[in-house]
């Protein structure tokens, strides 16, 4: 799996959702090509201590 997977399920973790339910938002899941527009797309929604803290519990359930 690339990169761009690994980003949706960052994202979709971080939001509550499936990958599968993720993707069917369409051009929304465009942004998240790198993990800088996936950051830039959190933080407003998050905070940057949200954001951090989801993504490094996500990052080590997967390590």
Do not use: D, N
Request: net charge positive.
């Amino acid at each position: 799996m690339g990169v761009k997977h690994e980003i949706k399920k960052v994202v979709a973790g971080c939001l509550g959702v499936s990958v599968a339910a993720l993707s069917s938002w369409g051009a929304m899941v465009e942004q998240f090509v790198t993990w800088q527009k996936a950051t830039k797309f959190l933080v407003p929604r998050f905070g940057v201590i949200g954001t951090m803290s989801c993504v490094s519990g996500i990052v080590r359930k997967c390590v």
